[in-house]
């Protein structure tokens, strides 16, 4: 999966792009510009960032949104 795909997967999950980007800490220019495809190598951080935001459920945040590490199983 390519990272346009996986912003727009999140923002079908009813995410904006200024929360994508508040997850990730990054600019929400950032992410529009990943999204239409300006940037086609984002740096490795704002990657991983959104990789953990997209394999984390779908549910409706009540906070700010932050991009975590999965739990780990015991």
Do not use: F, H, N
């Amino acid at each position: 999966m390519d990272w346009i795909s996986i912003i727009s997967e999140l923002t079908k999950r009813g995410l904006t792009q200024g929360q994508i980007a508040s997850a990730c800490r990054c600019s929400q220019a950032a992410i529009s510009e990943i999204s239409t495809g300006k940037v086609k190598d984002p740096r490795y951080s704002l990657c991983q960032a959104l990789l953990i935001l997209y394999q984390q459920p779908a549910v409706q945040p009540r906070g700010p949104l932050v991009a975590t590490e999965p739990a780990k199983a015991a």
